[in-house]
C-alpha cells in the first residue's frame, strides 16, 4: 500500500495489530495536561470517534496520531508499528481539518492531486487517481472548479478527496462538518457513514456534538480533561453512562441522586433516567403497579415540532426533563399544560445507576 516498508498482512488479529493503540499517552503544555494519560486501541476498519467538551483534548490526541505534535509521555503504534518517533510523512496516516485549508488558486483536481505530486508520483497515475477520489466523494465533474466556485458540503468533499487519494490506512478528521449548517451536516453525515464503510479505512473522528458522534461511530471514547471518561458503542453509552458527566454530555441527563433517589426510588445512590422513557400523567391517575413513579408540577413546556419537552420539578425536590412524541393530542393543550400538577412513571429498568454495571 505504501513504500514505507510496513508488512501489510491480511489476516492479523486485532489484539496484535490495532489500527491504533495509544499506551500511556500524555501531553504538557507547560502546566496543562492537555492530554493525561490515554489508552486505546481500535481495531482495523473502525469508524472510531472521540466526543468531549472543548478543550477535553481530542484536537490534541489527533495531532499526536498524525506526528504533529510529541507526547510528553506514552507510546503511539499504527498497526502494531511504534511510531512514536517518527514524522508525519513516515506515518500512514492523513488528517481533514474543519477548515478543508484548499489552496484557492488551484483547481479541485490540482487540489486532490497536490500530495501525490509531492511525493513524485507520475502524471497519469495522479490524474487517474484523483478522478478516482472525486467519484468516491460524488464529485465527478468538478475538476476544473476553483474552490470558490463550491458550496461548503462540496469544498468538505474535495478535503475529503485530497485525504483518500493517498489511500492511507487510516483517516484523522478534526470536526470536519463543523463549519457546515444543520442540514447539510446532518446528510454528510450519512455520506461520510457510507462511504467509510464502503472504502473500509480506519476512521478517527473528534467532534463535540453528541447526537453525531452516536449517528456514525462504531465506538465513542468521551473525553473529560484530558482523559477518557468512558469507551463504548453509542447505545452502551447512551443506556449505561458510566459517570454523571457522561450522563450529562451524551443526551438529557435527568440525575436522581441523594435524598431525592431515596425518595422516589426507595434507594440513594446516582441514578439518570432518560426523558423518552418518561410517561407524564394527571396527578389523579394511578400509579403504575411496579413502575417508578414520582409527582410534581411542569415549569416549562417547549414544543420542538417532532416532540413536546416539559421540564417537571419534582416534590421531592430536583426535576427531570419529559420528551414526549407528538404523535396526538393537540400543541394548545400540551402548552396549557404549565404549571400543572403532574404524576411521572417510568419502567422500573429505565431507572439506570451510573457507574452501575449494566
Ligand atoms: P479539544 O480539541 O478537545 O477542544 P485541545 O486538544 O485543542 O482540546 O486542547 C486541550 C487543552 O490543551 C486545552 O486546555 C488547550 O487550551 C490546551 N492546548 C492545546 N494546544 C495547545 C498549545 N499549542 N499550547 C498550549 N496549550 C494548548
Ligand atoms: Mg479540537
Not at 417537571?312 to 427531570?320: I, K
Request: aromatic share 6%; with cysteine.
Amino acid at each position: 500500500m505504501t513504500s514505507l516498508g510496513e508488512q501489510v498482512t491480511t489476516e492479523t488479529p486485532p489484539d496484535t495489530a490495532a489500527a491504533v493503540s495509544l499506551r500511556g499517552l500524555r501531553k504538557m503544555f507547560g502546566e496543562v495536561a492537555a492530554v493525561d494519560g490515554v489508552d486505546l486501541d481500535l481495531a482495523e476498519g473502525e469508524f472510531f470517534s472521540m466526543l468531549g467538551p472543548s478543550g477535553s483534548g481530542k484536537t490534541t490526541v489527533l495531532r499526536m496520531i498524525a506526528g504533529f505534535e510529541a507526547p510528553t509521555a506514552g507510546r503511539i503504534l499504527l498497526g502494531g508499528v511504534d511510531v512514536t518517533e517518527r514524522p508525519p510523512y513516515a506515518r500512514d496516516v492523513n488528517t481533514v481539518f474543519q477548515d478543508y485549508a484548499l489552496f484557492p488558486h488551484m483547481s479541485v483536481q490540482q487540489n486532490v492531486e497536490y500530495g501525490l505530486r509531492v511525493k513524485g508520483v507520475d502524471r497519469r497515475s495522479r490524474r487517474t487517481r484523483a478522478l478516482e477520489a472525486l467519484e468516491t466523494v460524488r464529485l465527478e465533474g468538478f475538476g476544473d472548479r476553483r474552490p470558490s466556485q463550491l458550496s461548503g458540503g462540496q469544498r468538505q468533499r474535495v478535503a475529503l478527496a485530497r485525504a483518500l487519494v493517498n489511500r492511507p490506512k487510516l483517516l484523522l478528521l478534526d470536526e470536519p462538518l463543523g463549519a457546515l449548517d444543520l442540514k447539510l451536516r446532518r446528510e454528510m453525515q450519512l455520506e461520510l457513514k457510507a462511504l467509510q464503510r464502503d472504502v473500509g479505512i480506519t476512521f478517527v473522528f473528534v467532534t463535540h456534538d453528541q447526537e453525531e458522534a452516536l449517528t456514525m461511530s462504531d465506538r465513542i471514547a468521551v473525553f473529560n480533561g484530558g482523559r477518557i471518561e468512558q469507551l463504548a458503542g453509542p447505545a452502551e453509552l447512551y443506556e449505561h453512562p458510566a459517570s454523571a458527566f457522561v450522563a450529562g454530555f451524551v443526551g438529557t441527563s435527568n440525575l436522581l441522586e441523594g435524598d431525592v433517589a431515596s425518595a422516589i426510588l426507595g434507594t440513594p445512590g446516582l441514578f439518570t433516567v432518560r426523558p423518552e422513557k418518561i410517561d407524564m400523567h394527571t396527578r389523579t391517575a394511578d400509579a403504575v403497579p411496579g413502575s417508578c413513579t414520582a409527582t410534581g408540577v411542569v415549569r416549562e413546556v417547549v414544543y420542538l415540532g417532532s416532540a413536546t419537552q416539559t421540564v417537571v420539578d419534582l416534590d421531592a425536590g430536583g426535576s427531570l426533563i419529559v420528551l414526549q412524541q407528538n404523535q396526538q393530542g393537540s400543541v394548545q393543550d400540551k402548552l396549557a399544560l404549565r404549571g400543572a400538577q403532574v404524576r411521572l412513571s417510568w419502567r422500573r429498568e429505565h431507572t439506570v445507576e451510573i457507574g452501575g454495571s449494566a
